[in-house]
Protein backbone atom coordinates (compact mmCIF):
# COMPACT_ATOMS: atom_id res chain seq x y z
CA UNK A 1 0.00 0.00 0.00
CA UNK A 2 1.58 2.82 -0.80
CA UNK A 3 -0.91 6.02 0.27
CA UNK A 4 -0.82 4.83 3.88
CA UNK A 5 -2.90 6.70 6.59
CA UNK A 6 -1.84 9.69 7.39
CA UNK A 7 -0.79 10.26 11.07
CA UNK A 8 -4.01 11.85 13.18
CA UNK A 9 -2.24 15.03 14.44
CA UNK A 10 -1.67 16.04 10.57
CA UNK A 11 -4.80 15.77 10.14
CA UNK A 12 -6.10 17.62 13.46
CA UNK A 13 -3.65 20.42 12.77
CA UNK A 14 -5.41 21.03 9.31
CA UNK A 15 -8.80 20.96 10.94
CA UNK A 16 -8.00 23.45 13.91
CA UNK A 17 -6.12 26.08 12.18
CA UNK A 18 -7.06 29.03 10.15
CA UNK A 19 -4.29 30.58 8.97
CA UNK A 20 -2.23 28.01 6.77
CA UNK A 21 1.31 28.91 4.69
CA UNK A 22 2.16 26.60 2.03
CA UNK A 23 5.72 26.31 1.00
CA UNK A 24 7.70 24.32 -2.18
CA UNK A 25 11.12 24.82 -3.00
CA UNK A 26 13.04 27.04 -5.24
CA UNK A 27 13.49 26.83 -8.84
CA UNK A 28 10.27 24.33 -8.39
CA UNK A 29 9.19 22.06 -11.09
CA UNK A 30 5.54 20.90 -12.12
CA UNK A 31 5.50 18.45 -8.70
CA UNK A 32 6.08 21.08 -6.48
CA UNK A 33 3.94 24.29 -8.14
CA UNK A 34 1.05 22.08 -8.77
CA UNK A 35 1.55 20.02 -5.53
CA UNK A 36 1.02 23.76 -3.63
CA UNK A 37 -1.69 24.74 -6.39
CA UNK A 38 -3.51 21.45 -5.77
CA UNK A 39 -3.27 22.07 -1.90
CA UNK A 40 -4.29 25.73 -1.86
CA UNK A 41 -7.80 24.62 -3.69
CA UNK A 42 -8.34 21.53 -0.86
CA UNK A 43 -7.54 23.74 1.93
CA UNK A 44 -9.57 26.83 0.64
CA UNK A 45 -12.30 24.78 0.26
CA UNK A 46 -12.04 23.67 3.87
CA UNK A 47 -12.40 27.51 4.62
CA UNK A 48 -8.98 28.23 5.39
CA UNK A 49 -7.30 31.27 4.34
CA UNK A 50 -4.25 30.13 2.25
CA UNK A 51 -1.36 31.56 1.27
CA UNK A 52 1.57 30.09 -1.44
CA UNK A 53 4.98 31.13 -0.92
CA UNK A 54 7.80 30.03 -3.40
CA UNK A 55 11.10 31.96 -3.93
CA UNK A 56 11.12 31.08 -7.43
CA UNK A 57 12.19 31.79 -10.00
CA UNK A 58 9.21 30.28 -12.53
CA UNK A 59 11.55 29.39 -15.28
CA UNK A 60 10.17 26.89 -16.54
CA UNK A 61 7.32 27.46 -19.65
CA UNK A 62 4.63 24.64 -18.07
CA UNK A 63 4.67 26.64 -14.65
CA UNK A 64 5.28 30.72 -15.59
CA UNK A 65 1.86 31.20 -15.77
CA UNK A 66 1.20 30.34 -12.16
CA UNK A 67 3.30 32.90 -10.82
CA UNK A 68 1.12 35.30 -9.93
CA UNK A 69 -0.39 32.77 -7.10
CA UNK A 70 2.61 32.78 -5.27
CA UNK A 71 4.01 34.81 -2.61
CA UNK A 72 8.26 34.97 -3.24
CA UNK A 73 8.55 36.20 0.35
CA UNK A 74 6.83 36.24 3.73
CA UNK A 75 4.68 39.26 4.53
CA UNK A 76 5.29 39.89 8.16
CA UNK A 77 1.37 40.73 9.55
CA UNK A 78 1.81 36.92 8.40
CA UNK A 79 4.41 35.76 10.02
CA UNK A 80 2.79 37.34 13.43
CA UNK A 81 -0.42 35.74 12.71
CA UNK A 82 2.05 32.03 14.04
CA UNK A 83 0.52 30.42 10.77
CA UNK A 84 0.23 26.50 10.28
CA UNK A 85 2.94 25.42 7.53
CA UNK A 86 2.98 23.06 4.99
CA UNK A 87 5.82 22.43 3.22
CA UNK A 88 5.88 20.31 0.22
CA UNK A 89 8.05 18.36 -2.07
CA UNK A 90 11.09 19.48 0.13
CA UNK A 91 13.42 16.62 1.37
CA UNK A 92 15.71 19.36 3.35
CA UNK A 93 15.54 22.32 4.94
CA UNK A 94 17.19 24.20 2.84
CA UNK A 95 14.64 23.29 -0.22
CA UNK A 96 12.82 26.03 -0.01
CA UNK A 97 15.55 28.94 0.22
CA UNK A 98 14.91 32.00 2.49
CA UNK A 99 11.11 31.67 2.44
CA UNK A 100 11.11 29.49 5.57
CA UNK A 101 13.21 30.89 8.10
CA UNK A 102 10.51 33.64 9.68
CA UNK A 103 8.30 30.57 10.11
CA UNK A 104 11.00 29.02 12.30
CA UNK A 105 8.80 28.73 15.53
CA UNK A 106 5.46 27.47 13.18
CA UNK A 107 3.76 24.10 13.16
CA UNK A 108 5.19 22.16 10.01
CA UNK A 109 3.62 19.62 8.27
CA UNK A 110 6.25 18.15 5.73
CA UNK A 111 4.43 15.67 2.55
CA UNK A 112 7.05 14.62 0.43
CA UNK A 113 8.20 11.69 -1.93
CA UNK A 114 12.11 11.86 -1.70
CA UNK A 115 13.93 8.77 -0.70
CA UNK A 116 16.94 10.78 0.92
CA UNK A 117 16.87 13.51 3.30
CA UNK A 118 17.12 15.12 6.68
CA UNK A 119 13.89 15.22 8.05
CA UNK A 120 13.19 18.95 9.70
CA UNK A 121 10.05 18.73 11.33
CA UNK A 122 8.56 16.39 14.62
CA UNK A 123 7.54 12.71 12.84
CA UNK A 124 4.14 13.00 13.58
CA UNK A 125 3.82 15.88 11.49
CA UNK A 126 5.90 13.62 7.92
CA UNK A 127 4.46 12.19 5.62
CA UNK A 128 7.19 11.20 3.21
CA UNK A 129 6.42 8.13 0.95
CA UNK A 130 8.97 7.34 -1.41
CA UNK A 131 6.92 5.06 -3.37
CA UNK A 132 4.50 8.09 -4.10
CA UNK A 133 5.86 8.96 -7.82
CA UNK A 134 4.71 12.63 -7.21
CA UNK A 135 4.29 14.44 -4.67
CA UNK A 136 0.68 15.89 -5.95
CA UNK A 137 -0.74 12.20 -5.92
CA UNK A 138 -0.05 12.62 -1.97
CA UNK A 139 -1.83 16.17 -2.00
CA UNK A 140 -4.67 14.17 -3.86
CA UNK A 141 -4.48 11.46 -0.61
CA UNK A 142 -4.60 14.58 2.26
CA UNK A 143 -7.78 15.56 -0.12
CA UNK A 144 -9.33 12.00 0.28
CA UNK A 145 -8.27 11.34 3.87
CA UNK A 146 -9.94 15.32 4.32
CA UNK A 147 -12.95 14.13 2.97
CA UNK A 148 -12.59 17.21 0.13
CA UNK A 149 -14.63 16.06 -3.22
CA UNK A 150 -12.68 16.31 -6.46
CA UNK A 151 -13.04 19.12 -8.48
CA UNK A 152 -11.61 19.16 -12.67
CA UNK A 153 -9.12 22.43 -11.87
CA UNK A 154 -7.14 20.56 -9.09
CA UNK A 155 -7.75 16.88 -10.72
CA UNK A 156 -5.41 18.92 -13.51
CA UNK A 157 -3.09 20.37 -10.77
CA UNK A 158 -2.51 16.34 -9.80
CA UNK A 159 -2.00 15.04 -12.72
CA UNK A 160 0.09 17.71 -13.91
CA UNK A 161 2.93 16.96 -11.30
CA UNK A 162 2.28 13.37 -11.75
CA UNK A 163 3.32 13.58 -15.03
CA UNK A 164 6.26 15.89 -14.40
CA UNK A 165 7.78 13.16 -12.13
CA UNK A 166 7.34 9.97 -14.16
CA UNK A 167 8.02 11.92 -17.42
CA UNK A 168 4.80 11.33 -18.78
CA UNK A 169 4.15 7.36 -17.50
CA UNK A 170 7.49 6.32 -17.74
CA UNK A 171 9.03 6.04 -14.83
CA UNK A 172 6.27 3.83 -12.70
CA UNK A 173 7.24 0.62 -11.81
CA UNK A 174 5.19 -2.31 -10.76
CA UNK A 175 5.89 -2.26 -7.73
CA UNK A 176 3.62 0.67 -7.21
CA UNK A 177 1.91 0.57 -10.63
CA UNK A 178 -1.66 -0.45 -10.16
CA UNK A 179 -2.22 1.77 -6.81
CA UNK A 180 -0.84 4.59 -8.90
CA UNK A 181 -3.14 4.17 -12.17
CA UNK A 182 -6.07 3.74 -10.26
CA UNK A 183 -5.15 7.03 -8.62
CA UNK A 184 -4.48 8.63 -12.03
CA UNK A 185 -7.81 6.88 -13.33
CA UNK A 186 -9.82 9.04 -11.12
CA UNK A 187 -8.44 11.82 -11.79
CA UNK A 188 -9.07 11.27 -15.61
CA UNK A 189 -12.98 10.85 -14.41
CA UNK A 190 -12.57 14.36 -13.66
CA UNK A 191 -11.97 15.53 -16.84
CA UNK A 192 -8.57 16.00 -17.29
CA UNK A 193 -7.53 14.79 -20.75
CA UNK A 194 -3.65 13.33 -20.90
CA UNK A 195 -3.53 14.01 -24.52
CA UNK A 196 -4.79 18.04 -23.67
CA UNK A 197 -2.28 18.27 -21.08
CA UNK A 198 0.62 16.68 -23.01
CA UNK A 199 0.36 19.35 -25.51
CA UNK A 200 0.16 22.02 -23.41
CA UNK A 201 3.08 21.11 -20.89
CA UNK A 202 5.28 20.41 -23.90
CA UNK A 203 4.31 22.55 -27.12
CA UNK A 204 5.55 26.40 -27.89
CA UNK A 205 9.14 26.18 -28.01
CA UNK A 206 11.36 27.40 -30.94
CA UNK A 207 13.02 25.70 -32.72
CA UNK A 208 16.51 27.33 -32.11
CA UNK A 209 15.86 25.55 -28.68
CA UNK A 210 15.94 22.67 -30.21
CA UNK A 211 19.29 23.60 -31.92
CA UNK A 212 20.25 24.25 -28.91
CA UNK A 213 19.92 21.07 -27.13
CA UNK A 214 21.19 19.17 -30.43
CA UNK A 215 24.61 21.55 -29.77
CA UNK A 216 24.53 20.38 -25.91
CA UNK A 217 24.16 16.68 -26.85
CA UNK A 218 27.10 17.17 -29.55
CA UNK A 219 29.60 17.79 -26.76
CA UNK A 220 28.34 14.94 -24.37
CA UNK A 221 31.62 13.17 -23.11
CA UNK A 222 31.89 9.59 -22.29
CA UNK A 223 33.63 8.15 -19.21
CA UNK A 224 33.72 4.41 -17.71
CA UNK A 225 33.25 2.79 -20.67
CA UNK A 226 30.31 4.89 -21.39
CA UNK A 227 28.76 3.53 -18.18
CA UNK A 228 28.52 7.53 -17.83
CA UNK A 229 27.56 10.52 -20.59
CA UNK A 230 27.68 14.12 -19.58
CA UNK A 231 27.31 17.05 -20.74
CA UNK A 232 27.17 20.65 -19.64
CA UNK A 233 25.89 24.57 -19.81
CA UNK A 234 27.34 27.71 -19.26
CA UNK A 235 26.10 31.40 -19.87
CA UNK A 236 27.80 31.69 -23.09
CA UNK A 237 25.29 29.14 -24.23
CA UNK A 238 22.79 31.86 -24.45
CA UNK A 239 20.56 29.51 -24.02
CA UNK A 240 16.57 29.86 -23.81
CA UNK A 241 14.58 27.09 -22.08
CA UNK A 242 15.28 24.19 -19.71
CA UNK A 243 16.78 21.17 -21.84
CA UNK A 244 18.04 19.22 -19.09
CA UNK A 245 14.95 16.94 -19.03
CA UNK A 246 14.91 16.51 -23.12
CA UNK A 247 18.70 15.54 -22.50
CA UNK A 248 18.35 13.10 -19.75
CA UNK A 249 15.27 11.68 -22.19
CA UNK A 250 17.85 10.89 -25.42
CA UNK A 251 20.93 10.00 -23.26
CA UNK A 252 19.26 7.29 -20.87
CA UNK A 253 18.13 5.34 -24.25
CA UNK A 254 22.21 5.12 -25.30
CA UNK A 255 23.34 1.23 -24.80
CA UNK A 256 25.30 0.94 -22.20
CA UNK A 257 24.50 4.22 -20.01
CA UNK A 258 24.41 3.63 -16.18
CA UNK A 259 24.40 7.52 -15.18
CA UNK A 260 23.90 10.86 -16.96
CA UNK A 261 24.91 13.71 -15.73
CA UNK A 262 24.33 17.61 -16.76
CA UNK A 263 26.30 20.74 -14.99
CA UNK A 264 24.83 24.11 -15.59
CA UNK A 265 26.71 26.65 -14.42
CA UNK A 266 25.00 29.41 -12.02
CA UNK A 267 26.36 32.69 -10.78
CA UNK A 268 27.89 31.16 -7.94
CA UNK A 269 27.55 27.37 -8.47
CA UNK A 270 27.20 24.48 -10.67
CA UNK A 271 24.07 23.23 -10.94
CA UNK A 272 24.39 19.32 -11.05
CA UNK A 273 21.31 17.23 -12.58
CA UNK A 274 21.70 13.40 -11.98
CA UNK A 275 20.24 10.87 -13.49
CA UNK A 276 20.91 6.78 -13.49
CA UNK A 277 19.42 4.09 -15.30
CA UNK A 278 16.42 1.94 -14.33
CA UNK A 279 18.01 -1.88 -12.96
CA UNK A 280 21.71 0.04 -13.51
CA UNK A 281 22.06 -0.51 -9.24
CA UNK A 282 22.73 2.65 -8.92
CA UNK A 283 20.89 4.97 -6.54
CA UNK A 284 21.99 8.38 -7.39
CA UNK A 285 19.79 10.26 -4.76
CA UNK A 286 22.37 8.14 -2.66
CA UNK A 287 25.05 9.95 -4.44
CA UNK A 288 23.12 13.65 -4.61
CA UNK A 289 23.47 13.30 -0.31
CA UNK A 290 26.93 12.74 0.05
CA UNK A 291 27.35 16.04 -1.91
CA UNK A 292 25.14 17.92 -0.31
CA UNK A 293 22.19 17.27 -2.75
CA UNK A 294 19.26 14.92 -3.00
CA UNK A 295 16.54 13.65 -5.23
CA UNK A 296 15.54 10.19 -5.58
CA UNK A 297 16.73 6.62 -6.55
CA UNK A 298 16.80 7.88 -10.54
CA UNK A 299 16.79 11.30 -10.42
CA UNK A 300 18.47 13.44 -8.15
CA UNK A 301 20.81 16.83 -8.06
CA UNK A 302 23.26 18.65 -5.99
CA UNK A 303 24.66 22.37 -6.09
CA UNK A 304 27.95 22.25 -5.68
CA UNK A 305 30.34 25.71 -5.34
CA UNK A 306 33.52 26.07 -7.63
CA UNK A 307 34.50 26.53 -11.33
CA UNK A 308 32.90 24.34 -13.44
CA UNK A 309 35.69 22.19 -14.58
CA UNK A 310 37.06 21.36 -11.44
CA UNK A 311 32.96 20.02 -10.51
CA UNK A 312 33.03 18.18 -13.32
CA UNK A 313 36.23 16.60 -13.12
CA UNK A 314 35.82 16.08 -9.10
CA UNK A 315 32.17 14.38 -9.92
CA UNK A 316 33.53 12.03 -12.11
CA UNK A 317 36.23 10.62 -10.06
CA UNK A 318 33.84 10.76 -7.37
CA UNK A 319 31.69 8.13 -9.37
CA UNK A 320 34.18 6.01 -9.73
CA UNK A 321 33.57 4.12 -6.81
CA UNK A 322 30.15 3.72 -7.74
CA UNK A 323 30.13 2.68 -11.49
P1 LIG B 1 15.68 17.96 -11.36
O1 LIG B 1 16.92 17.44 -12.01
O2 LIG B 1 14.45 17.56 -12.13
O3 LIG B 1 15.75 19.42 -11.04
O4 LIG B 1 15.58 17.24 -9.95
C1 LIG B 1 15.49 15.84 -9.83
C2 LIG B 1 15.19 15.48 -8.39
O5 LIG B 1 16.33 15.79 -7.58
C3 LIG B 1 14.04 16.29 -7.81
O6 LIG B 1 13.28 15.45 -7.01
C4 LIG B 1 14.71 17.35 -6.99
O7 LIG B 1 13.93 17.70 -5.88
C5 LIG B 1 16.02 16.72 -6.57
N1 LIG B 1 17.09 17.75 -6.54
C6 LIG B 1 17.59 18.44 -7.59
N2 LIG B 1 18.54 19.31 -7.20
C7 LIG B 1 18.64 19.20 -5.85
C8 LIG B 1 19.44 19.84 -4.86
O8 LIG B 1 20.26 20.71 -5.13
N3 LIG B 1 19.24 19.44 -3.57
C9 LIG B 1 18.34 18.48 -3.22
N4 LIG B 1 18.19 18.15 -1.93
N5 LIG B 1 17.57 17.85 -4.14
C10 LIG B 1 17.70 18.18 -5.44
MN1 LIG C 1 8.55 15.81 -6.80
Redesign the pocket.
Known sequence: MVYTPFPMDILTAIRSAEDIVVIG?S?P?G??VFSQLALSRVLTSLGKHVTLLNEGPFARDEIARFENMFLTEAPSSLVERNPLVIVV????I??PGKVIAPFASCRMIVLD??S??EPFTDSSLMYIQPLSVSTTLIVDALREALGVPLDQTTASYIYKGFVT?TGFFHFISDKVGGETLRRVSHLVDHGVSPYCVYDEMHDGKSLSYFKGVAGLVDRVQSRYDGALLYTWQTDDDGFEGKP??DI?AQLLQVEGVRVVL?FKQKEDEI?????SKNGSGIDI?AF??SH?????RY?????VKGELDDVIRNTIEDLRSVL
Open positions: HNDDCDCSTDRHHSGDADYFDIGMRGASGGGGHAAGAK
